[in-house]
Nanobody, 116 residues
Framework: QVQVVESGGGLVQAGESLRLSCTAS????????MAWYRQAPGKQRAVVAT???????DYVDSVKGRFTISRDNAKNTVYLEMTSLKPEDTADYYC??????????WGQGTQVTVSS
């Protein structure tokens, strides 16, 4: 049974930084483009950043220049470095495949709360 585990969230003030991590049982990330998603209260889950198996990255406009996605295939881990956090970044953050046609089972997510 594949299990994805996100961690690193917390309560921070605007302007501060957090580093999220995503790991899974087994070497399941290698070969897959991966992504971080977030779901704010009352809103649908939406992609924030993607990274190809080769390391190419893409971001939604609202986080460009502030967030950095990276991966370590040897450790089967995907990261999201978040800087200059804003209250509108408050959400539950999840990682999964970038291609949603056959996603992994969703993990519990990690909560990020940014106070003004």
């Amino acid at each position: 049974q594949v299990q994805v585990v996100e961690s690193g969230g917390g309560l921070v003030q605007a302007g501060e930084s957090l580093r999220l991590s995503c790991t899974a049982s087994g070497n399941i990330f290698s070969g897959n483009a991966m992504a971080w998603y977030r779901q704010a209260p009352g809103k649908q889950r939406a992609v924030v950043a993607t990274i190809s198996n080769g390391g190419g990255t893409d971001y939604v406009d609202s986080v460009k220049g502030r967030f950095t996605i990276s991966r370590d295939n040897a450790k089967n881990t995907v990261y999201l470095e978040m800087t200059s956090l804003k209250p509108e970044d408050t959400a539950d953050y999840y990682c999964n495949k970038a291609n949603m046609r056959s996603p992994f089972p969703w993990g519990q997510g990690t909560q990020v709360t940014v106070s003004s």
